[in-house]
């Protein structure tokens, strides 16, 4: 096994996981939230900043979370400022 550093807390560890297992608890936690959240409904618009304050997990650990397989097929814009120009050139909002 190779010696990786966790991107969570920066400790040395030896494990298959991009975390630490200390840190894997952590995630696992906090994915459960973000998935409550998520189920809650969220309004239009919605941006990641938005839904980092609404879980209360870091912009850091989110942006990791939302890069995963389970939530690939799910888009929030950095700002709503992202959300209005992608949807308009994606032309999936009508004018």
Known sequence: MEIKKCVRCG????????????????????VIKLRGVINEGLEVGTTKQDLAIKSG?????????????????????????DLN???ILKGTIEV
Do not use: A
């Open 85 to 87: 120009n992608n949807e």
């Open 57 to 81: 997990i870091t912009s850091r650990n989110l942006e990791r979370y939302l890069k995963t397989e389970e939530f690939s097929g799910i888009y929030f814009p950095e700002t709503s400022c």
């Open 11 to 30: 400790s040395l560890y030896t494990t298959d996981n991009d975390v630490c297992n200390e840190c894997l608890i952590k995630d696992k936690v906090e």
